[in-house]
């Protein structure tokens, strides 16, 4: 018993030693996901920064694969120096919810460092279809239930989350059509071979300059300055209505407190820089910027949330 008090007491003492010293080397990002991904961008995004406010190197290693279990289990198993964080979006609080078998937990096995960004999605229409607001849309819904049909990148992703969301929300019944990422969602909408879509603001947005697909309603709870003249759902009537992609970063559980205050801090201050605010702009992201205690305490709501929506719906990744 004395030794164990002994090290733990050793351990304790160490730890402010060791953040004092920290950084001494470069820090490793994973991205649990292929290069041209939002986190993959996000990721580029913000480790010069990040590492300027550090005075080290922040270097991004893709590990994908699995949906980002891949990625996200070698950060979970990575030492807690430091010296590995993590940078990933939906897929860290629904994989839980979506594989049988999981070898990592998303509130066990992190140590929140912040949020990064959040960015909506946006209800779109193709020309063929009718409706030019919400209200209109949900009218053609509930007059011929079954014969509207929405796109999603695929089971399991946020295409496909907001369109169940929007039909539990307004008592709709519409046929999802998943496809294999979001690209050909967006290119089956354009051409109408299905009546709406949910894909993200920056994809949507040029279509929607360009007048081939008709934006209804954005789904967070504030308007988009991109898109001031859309209304959110909840403007267009559908109460309680929210949902938008967001990007957390996290270390392995067990990293001191002393360096996730410093991580915190480092990356409020990129996030901060007209650099980054002007990059985020243009990817249709906004900084969000948190504490490790307001990220956790959002994570683990965002837990509870997407647990309750795929067992009800039944959605499953296997």
């Known amino acids: 018993m004395s030794r164990l008090l002994a090290a733990v007491l050793a351990l304790a003492l160490s730890c402010p030693a060791a953040a004092q010293t920290w950084p001494s080397q470069p820090i490793r990002m ?23 406010q550090l005075g080290t190197r922040v270097v991004i290693e893709n590990r994908s694969g699995a949906s980002g279990n891949i990625g996200m289990e070698a950060a979970a198993r990575a030492a807690p120096d430091g010296y590995t964080i993590v940078l990933n979006t939906i897929p860290l609080v629904t994989n839980q919810s979506l594989f049988e078998k999981l070898t990592w937990d998303p509130i066990r096995d992190f140590a929140p460092i912040g949020m990064v960004a959040t960015s909506p999605h946006v209800l779109v229409v193709p020309s063929k279809v009718a409706a030019k607001t919400v209200d209109d849309l949900i ?20 295409f496909h989350f907001c369109g169940e969301m929007f039909k539990d929300a307004t008592g709709t ?13 967006v290119v089956d909408t354009l051409s109408g071979q299905v009546d709406m879509s949910f894909p993200t603001l920056s994809a949507a947005l040029p279509h929607v300059k360009a007048g081939t697909l008709r934006a209804l309603a954005v789904t967070d709870v504030a308007r988009s ?22 990007l957390a970063l996290l270390a392995p559980a067990g990293t001191p407190p002393a360096i996730i205050a410093r991580l915190n801090a480092a990356l409020a201050g990129a996030l901060k820089t007209p650099d980054v605010r002007e990059k985020f702009q243009a990817q249709a992201f906004e900084a969000f910027i948190t504490t490790p205690d307001e990220a956790g305490r959002f994570i683990a709501g965002e837990v509870q949330r997407y647990s309750k929506l795929i067992k009800a719906k039944g959605i499953t990744a296997n």
């Open 30 to 52: 994973i991205a649990p996901f292929p290069p041209g991904g939002s986190v993959d961008i996000t990721a580029r995004l913000i480790a010069e920064p990040l590492g300027a």
């Open 173 to 185: 019944f519409i046929v999802h059509i998943p496809y294999r990422g979001g690209g050909p969602a």
């Open 139 to 158: 009218k053609l819904a509930k007059a011929s239930p079954g014969k509207l049909s929405y796109a999603s990148a695929g089971v399991g992703t946020t």
């Open 225 to 246: 300055s991109l898109l001031p003249g859309v209304p959110t759902l909840r403007e267009a009537g559908v109460k309680d209505f929210q949902f938008s992609q967001w």
